[in-house]
Structure formats: structure tokens, C-alpha cells
């Protein structure tokens, strides 16, 4: 009996190669990747009151699929002739990157594809002083630093490229909408850190991120071949064969 | 893509953000809450425009209507440090003072515009009952709602 066992799975395993020998297969290696946005610090130096520094870690569920987690810090500050507004706080956004590209083009290398994510920025958000005119007068207010979140949801497609070994460039735009910005309907933050301006519904942005990749495992992944028309070959063969044409009326 | 393909981009994004941040911003918003009132007719009840209106806030040296006519809302600026605000209104030859008494907040309009204030009409009085008011909203923001209507 345990002779009967032994013969059925070593024809089972035989079987199973021969499948895998039939079709064409990729060794894809599946990484965790770190990486930096320069796109914040970079415009950190034309405007020094805005800042936003923003990371991210994901890790391949696939080749196709891979979480993602971003994180950041935003500190924002404007001033015009009758308001001042600060506002200092974090973020973090959690989704998954899908990788568009067949698994033979990828080949861990390159990442086209699209970003879903859910973002909560957490925040303090102070108006230090503000004016107002009219028939009565200037009226001078503030309002006081508040603690606040919102939540949004990102579209992100993107590219992402490995330039060299195990180091990633590649950019990202950031489709947003904003579920809940805080502050009400009265005091709404004009910026929330991870969305941007948050006086619309829909924001957008990009972001230019420096990744450090480190591959994990490899999975050999089936490419099944494009399968040719085989009923097109054999009318070719037999005009070739015949040297006539068919004449349709 | 190459490496030299990818910092032409960076280049071009940061350019971008940079050129951006210069577009001057402007602000093309309502920025006054006024307290609007509509006139109506106390015989008929029916809406009627007053053929003369002359609006001065007590206590200010410009008029906010003088001897106007066709003026069908008129607009009641409130002033946001005081919690009360009075006026004195002529309709035709009718000549009375009402006293709005109310709470301000702050609201954002939008960046550009930065802060207005809006406002929630608790009371109001006329002095000697020349004018019978009906209160319709006791909100009183920048959005187009008529806040009393005024009998005359």
C-alpha cells in the first residue's frame, strides 16, 4: 500500500513538471523597498515655510501586488494682508501599488501601475491673528491652535525604475479626495498635511521618490504564451501550397 | 527608463511646483455677510419696493443708502466686535431706528480671501413700531437668504 502511495505521488510530482516545463516562466524577485519623496525638500528651498518630508516601506505581496505604507510630517505657514495661518502635523497614507506591467517586462526592474491609498493627516491647525473691514470698521480676531484629522483617498499612478542595483527612481502623481477635512464647515484648514490646500474637495500632487530595494525572495512566475491562430496558418500554407486566391463576391 | 530621462523630469516637476508657487492668487469671492431684508407692503403683504431708502448705522458719519431707490434687498453690514448694532432707517417719509442683537464667528471664505465673519441674529427691536419685522433666517452669511422682511 505505502509502495501504491509512493508510485501515485512521484507520477503526480512527473505530471506537474511537465506542466510547468510546457510553459514559459520568469524568476521575479520580490522585494521590500524604503524610499524618500525629493519633490518636498526640493520646494522646501524656494519656500522656506513650507515644509513636507515623506517616506515610504512596501513589501511585494506579488508580482503584481504590493503594500504600501507612507508617512510624513508637513509644516506649513502663510500670511497675507489680513490672516496669518500655521499648521504642523503628520501623516500617513496605507494602500497598495498594482504593477500594470506583465511580469516578463517587470521583471523586478520596472514599475508602471497605479496606487490606491487611504490617508489620515493628524494636525494643529492656528490662525495667530485676522482682520476684516467693513462699514463698522476693522475687526481684529485669531483663532486659537486646534488639534485636528482628516482622512482622504489617493489615485496614484506612477513609474517607478531601477537605475542601479537595488536603487529605485520613479514618480508618483497624487489624485486626492478629501473625505473630511476638520474643522467644520466654518474653520476649515488650509492645509492638511499629506492632502495639501484643503479649502477643495479634490486635490492633487507628485511626488519623486528615491527607493532602496531589497529583494526578498524569488517566485518563478508562469508566463503563459500568446497563443497563435493555428486555423490562419493552415489557410496560408494552403494559398501558398495552391497559389490561388480566393475571390469573394 | 534611463537615469538621465528621470532627472529631466525631477527637473521639469520641481520647475513646475516653482512656477506654481509664484502664480499670484487672487480672490473673487463674496467676502461680506450682510443681514438682508426684503420690504413688504403691510396693507397688501405683498413684496414692495420702497421708493426712497436712506440706512445710517448709529454713530457713523456715512449713510449706507441715501434717498435710493429700487432697493429690494437691502444689506445690513453687522459689526463683528459688538454683539449689537443699530440703524437708522428711512422708508419713504417713515423714520424709525431697529437694534440687531447677534453673536459673530470667524469663517474661512478660501485662501485668497482669507476670513469673514458670520453671524446668528438672536433679537432684534424697532424703536417706536413704525415697521413690523419678521425674521425669516437667523443666519447671516455670505450665501444669497433673506434674513427679515421688513412691513411697512
Known sequence: ?249 | MKLRHHIAFLLFAVLTVVLMSCTPEACFEETNAFLKATFYSNETKEKKTPDSLSVTGIRMPDKLYDRQSGVQPCLFPLDASSGTCSFVIKINNIKDTVIFQYSSYPHLVSKECGYTFYHRLDTFFVRNNSFYIYRSSDNVTTANEENIRIFY
Request: charged share 20%; glycine share 12%.
Open chain 1, 1 to 249: 500500500m505505502r509502495k501504491i502511495y509512493v508510485y501515485f505521488i512521484s507520477l503526480l510530482l512527473i505530471l506537474d513538471l511537465q506542466g510547468l516545463l510546457a510553459q514559459d516562466t520568469v524568476l521575479f524577485p520580490l522585494k521590500v523597498r524604503a524610499g524618500i519623496d525629493l519633490i518636498g525638500p526640493g520646494f522646501y528651498f524656494s519656500d522656506r515655510d513650507n515644509l513636507n518630508v515623506e517616506g515610504f516601506v512596501s513589501y511585494d505581496k506579488n508580482e503584481k501586488m504590493a503594500w504600501v505604507l507612507e508617512g510624513g510630517f508637513q509644516s506649513y505657514k502663510y500670511s497675507q494682508y489680513n490672516y496669518d495661518y500655521n499648521s504642523r502635523g503628520v501623516f500617513a497614507r496605507l494602500g497598495v501599488d498594482l504593477n500594470l506591467l506583465k511580469p516578463d517586462k517587470a521583471a523586478g526592474t520596472y514599475w508602471a501601475g497605479i496606487g490606491l491609498r487611504y490617508g489620515i493627516g493628524i494636525f494643529d491647525s492656528e490662525t495667530p491673528s485676522l482682520y476684516h473691514e467693513n462699514y463698522w470698521g476693522k475687526t481684529a480676531s485669531s483663532v486659537p491652535s486646534k488639534k485636528m484629522t482628516a482622512h482622504f483617498i489617493e489615485f496614484a499612478p506612477g513609474v517607478r525604475t531601477e537605475v542601479f542595483r537595488n536603487l529605485s527612481m520613479g514618480w508618483t502623481i497624487r489624485l486626492k479626495l478629501l473625505l473630511s477635512g476638520g474643522g467644520g464647515k466654518d474653520l476649515k484648514p488650509i492645509s492638511v498635511p499629506g492632502y495639501g490646500s484643503g479649502g477643495g474637495m479634490t486635490n492633487a500632487g507628485i511626488s519623486y521618490f528615491i527607493t532602496w530595494n531589497i529583494p526578498y525572495r524569488t517566485k518563478t512566475v508562469i508566463i503563459i504564451p500568446p497563443v497563435e491562430p493555428e486555423e490562419d496558418e493552415d489557410i496560408e500554407e494552403t494559398e501558398e501550397s495552391t497559389g490561388q486566391q480566393r475571390i469573394g463576391f
